[in-house]
């Protein structure tokens, strides 16, 4: 299964050293000796989580219908226009970003209104790929791959205090 | 708009009276009083709201195009068969149920678990039509008007109560 | 931290196996061969994330603190009473619900509604303490560890026709 | 009730017209002849709902408690260092913004990680009052505030293009 949000997310561009790239930029001033070695791990782990899949495949196929033009009005202007009122690519990032909790939902909005590296990419109006959801999606997945190393550092800190002081 | 809501329903077989009576059923033992009219009212503002449209029309979109075959596996074999751990169709339901606060998700959760009514019949999977998004959706409208009608039953009492003080 | 949440969990009354037999009841139609030792390993992993203790932690300090008078009006009264258009204990519980994605949202909505067995001991407003948060969290505790059971009871059945087919 | 929010707001020394001053500086972009006065009537009527006072006075309990000395440890530390593991303040938050809709999810997490204006003043650790709910609560607050006039600004606009071509 893994494999499938892999395969979807490169045929629409994104590769997960990507995605890395963003939970470094994240995650780097609250982690000084973070390797993008150990982003990437993490957006792996995000990526395999069958509600992440599921979440990924439901949006990507959204995107390339409304390329292949098979979605009616009015659905099909608010999808490729990517509507600034129409929420649902919102909600469906946020089923990925609740997988490690409400702590991602900073980091989930930062994202998709700073739009950095790949994602302003991803949300150039002027490509003829539709993006609608695979923007939030990015954000999402960095999002969450962030606040899992976050709460890693964190469990690793308490293990090593736990263990000096016995 | 709010045609389209209505219109998108109808054609998947729903009509907003059948939702209103569900509605009554989860208000009536809490405010005895209550109407099918009254209910049918909070549906049509439940109806009416922009993120409840959109909500609507993806889910039904994504019904469709699963029917007319039109999604690739793996998805499509979920969306046929309504797999149950497959949650995008809950997330999307959410969207509408938050619209009225978090006092809405019991009652979402204990119509998508018992499934009255006309809910059952939209989840029935002999049917040919597929309402993997639908039966939630419905869920949600009618969740999401009883929470309106809880709170306007208590602010009706809090402006009595006001008045009768001074 | 997980002591924290058993034990702060066990000062209001609340044993995990309780909990356990909870989920036993959801997933048993689901899965014949479950056990409740099954059932009672999924709970101590719900317990043991930050997420979870922290709803714990928080919602049990606020039904404390209001059994001792120290949270102000009209909250006090809120909270006292239960009200239910209050929905900030459905909100906490939510962030519980989420960690294993939004196929829980029905279970924690019916359990809510419904009330079995330990839940509507809680629920029971002649009770001396206040419960108002605590409900919630049991209902949410049991409707993650259901979905965690059936997201890996999934995962088995995958890994078993992968061996089987190469 | 709605007095009891904008009292307890300002008695954590915020005023409604300084939210209005963050919804302007996030709506002005989109909408160039937006004035200060229309955002702080948004911001009015984003206080006066119930859920949005609900999250207002419980998160202010928690954090006039925490100073108080009334919480327990180690909920007491987290909340009085404002945790960044700790992620019930964002959900508490959620439930105000998802009142117009999972569009304002951007702009609360953007509110959140770059605290402008008075948000900053409120995370400002060095301050000896708890802040720890409270900052979110008003990112919150402007947020919803900001998506309720994107909605009315795009109804207007409807409204408008109906009235011309009938």
Redesign the interface.
Known sequence: ?KE?AVKTLLERGITLPEIAEIVLDLQKP?IPHLTVEECLLSVERIVEK??VI??I??GV??DK?TE?G???E??NT?LKTDD?????D???A??IV??Y???G??????????KPGIIAELNNKSNTQVNTFLDDIVCAIAAASASRI??RD?DLA?AKELSQSS
Chains 1, 2, 3, 4 share one sequence.
């Open positions: 299964m499938l609250y069958r509600e599921n979440a495949i439901t196929a959204l219908l292949q098979h979605i009616e009015p659905l608010i600034g009122l129409y929420g649902i919102e909600i469906l946020l089923s609740n997988i909790g409400t702590i939902l900073t980091n989930f909005g930062y994202l998709d209104k700073t976050a709460h964190r308490e």
